[in-house]
């Protein structure tokens, strides 16, 4: 039994190592490339974030370079090329919804990343254990859909300063309606590759 206590402390100090390791790595900034506007919010998975981002440096550092290059605030919605890459930021005026009129959304194949420019975007980010399958993943748009339990789900808010990163672990809903007077964003989203 003290041998197993012994192994479950060795490992619980390796994680919180890691887990610090992931965030020193975040704080000392390898992956800005310039952008230095915003930070991952903290739902954000950074060890995902930290071996995403190694196993794809170019498409990371060519996002973050256009973020930081970029009038965020200026640049029409709609859809621009991000140069170098097969990636398109997506500009999006829009507002919030009640929760009832949003769908539920994880992805295989793509990481959404999400940042807020303007406004207050509401997020949930639902829990694995009280979620069932709603409708089977499309391979051709990569989405699957959930049934889920809102009282067992993750709402936040995001607002700029932050940024979001939904990797396919992360079954999520955007553009959750919050308790602001103003429900009106300006977000821009990017789908990543994701790399096995």
């Given at each position: 039994m003290r041998k197993l206590l012994t192994i479950l402390l060795i490992l619980a100090g390796t994680l919180s190592l890691n887990a610090q390791n992931y965030k020193k790595w975040v704080c000392e900034g390898e992956w800005r490339n310039g952008f230095s506007e915003a930070k991952p919010d903290k739902h954000v998975n950074l060890e995902e974030f930290y071996n995403q981002y190694h196993k794809n440096k170019a498409?990371?550092?060519?996002?973050?370079?256009?973020?930081?290059?970029?009038?965020?605030?200026?640049?029409?919605?709609?859809?621009?090329?991000?140069?170098?890459?097969?990636?398109?930021?997506?500009?999006?005026?829009?507002?919030?919804?009640?929760?009832?009129?949003?769908?539920?959304?994880?992805?295989?194949?793509?990481?959404?990343?999400?940042?807020?420019?303007?406004?207050?975007?509401?997020?949930?980010?639902?829990?694995?254990?009280?979620?069932?399958?709603?409708?089977?993943?499309?391979?051709?748009?990569?989405?699957?859909?959930?049934?889920?339990?809102?009282?067992k789900t993750d709402f936040f808010n995001s607002k700029p300063g932050r940024f979001i990163i939904f990797f396919p672990g992360d079954w999520h809903i955007a553009k959750v309606k919050t308790k602001k007077k103003d429900q009106s964003i300006r977000v821009i989203v990017v789908k990543v590759d994701y790399v096995e």
């Open positions: 498409q990371w550092d060519a996002l973050f370079k256009w973020l930081a290059e970029t009038d965020l605030l200026a640049i029409p919605k709609g859809k621009h090329p991000i140069e170098g890459t097969t990636m398109v930021a997506s500009v999006e005026d829009s507002e919030n919804q009640p929760l009832e009129k949003r769908n539920t959304e994880s992805h295989r194949k793509k990481i959404d990343f999400q940042y807020v420019v303007k406004g207050t975007e509401g997020f949930a980010l639902l829990d694995h254990t009280s979620s069932t399958v709603k409708v089977e993943y499309d391979e051709k748009k990569d989405v699957m859909r959930y049934n889920y339990d809102a009282k």
